[in-house]
């Protein structure tokens, strides 16, 4: 039997009771390691997260905390290339798209320990000035954003097992909120190792940072009024979290991060082969193939004018038809696998939802692999769907059905008009990208487009160097997006930390007020 990894609760490390569920190598299919959380002391654990460790966090200044932070990040970084083992092996990811996860995770926790920094010796934040509430200045009003009391939650998904973690602790223990992290079971390994790595270096106080690993069954149960709950995974998943009682009946604080159908959209005044029609082509396929297309903020939607259809599809077949899929551990391979078979074949069946409204333009999925056999590995080539000059308006499914791998369709609008509508079928996105040369029409679509997007990423030719990629979340960015996308608001630079304080106005005297 393979090893069976710890848990870190109530500042120990504790192995499950049970057999355990195993994590596997995607590309080779054997089993790696095991994840057990049966019979654990939840209550215990998440008593002494909120006890020892919120104390000992609260005692802190945002200074202090941000020095642990960077703490953290030294040590991790010396771990480095341990990360890169876990990733290849259990998410088997290529070089390049192991970088997008630890690397951003780790880049992240240092944005945060330098912007915690400049917080120096606060325990708490002043949110705007004092006001009068009278005619008279001798009675005001503070708002405060003081550190929640409570532990922060995170149940999260398979596809950023590093980033997905840290840019979540990030912000909560910078606040001085104690921090629980449930990893999805498939690639538990590496959130696993980080974790250890940083407990075991003694940088953060006992109880700061626990990790469960296996179900998360009796988690919620465990939620207390000013706990938060931080949520990254599917729609159906959110939809249980929501109805839970901890969330619905004792008001815990709760962020959802769910599916998005996130656009890339060309504006009309493009031509074939123009700068900015070449680079919404190069952002597509990247997009489409940095990590197999298992990203939150991958483009699932392209929006070309209608003179453009045939050129755009051909342009973006043309690159696809270049991407090698395979064996990570081979320096030729470009995209590595799914996350697991049964990823592999909900994206078969997500594809197969797609063509009855739309046809293939490229189909990757049958390409031979690179190092790797098609009856074990979950590889999969990238495949581009477009709805041609059909219903496109009624193409529900385009709008509708997330398929969550290297897989997007194109469609043609007839007005600009009639492509921000289909941008918003999506019910509310991560991010969408605009790509053309004429400035105030891509300022008017910004806008227009951001009710309903959490980030609009404008690529003109200028930045065709500069910009920093649609699907990067960069921490000063807001990360979420309204409606289906979970209605969920992360990073955004300091702005992160509202979600683990409380707002309060204290109402009282000048002098009172001075002395806060
Ligand atoms: P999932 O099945 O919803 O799982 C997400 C997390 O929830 C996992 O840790 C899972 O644990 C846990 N979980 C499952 N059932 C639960 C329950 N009843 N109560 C509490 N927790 C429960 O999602 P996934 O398959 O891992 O992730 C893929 C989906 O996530 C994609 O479809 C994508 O749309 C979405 N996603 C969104 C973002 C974003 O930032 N918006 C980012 C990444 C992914 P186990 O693994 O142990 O089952």
New binding site residues.
Partial sequence: MTELLSNHLAGRWQAGRGHGSPLFDPVLGHELVRVDAEGLDLAEGFAFARDTGGAALRAMRYGERAAMLSAALKVMQGRRAHYEEIAIANSGTVKNDTAVDVDGGLFTLGQYAKWGAALGDARFLRDGDAVRLGKEPLFQSQHLQVPTRGVALF??????PSWGLWEKAAPALLSGVPVIV?????TAWLTQQMVKDVIDAGVLPPGALSIVC???KG??DQLRPFDVLS????A??AA??RSHPAVAERSVRVNI????LNSALLLPDAEPGSPAFDLLVREVVREMTVKSGQK?TAIRRIFVPEALYGAAAEALGARLAKTTVGNPRNETVRMGALVNREQFDNVKAGIAQLREQADVLHDGSAAPLVDADPAVAACLGPVLLGTGRRDVDGAAAVHDV?V?GPVATLVPYRSLAQAHALVQRGQGS?VSSLYGDDAQALAATAVELAACNGRVHVVTPDVAQAHTGHGNVMPHSL?GGPGR??GGEELGGLRALNFYHRRAAVQASEAVLAKI
């Fill in positions: 149940i999260n998904a398979f596809n950023f449930k990893p999805a079971t498939a296996g179900s998360a988690l919620l949520f990254t995974g599917s159906a998943t249980v979290i991060e769910a599916d998005s939150c997330e969550f991560l990360h996308a979970g």
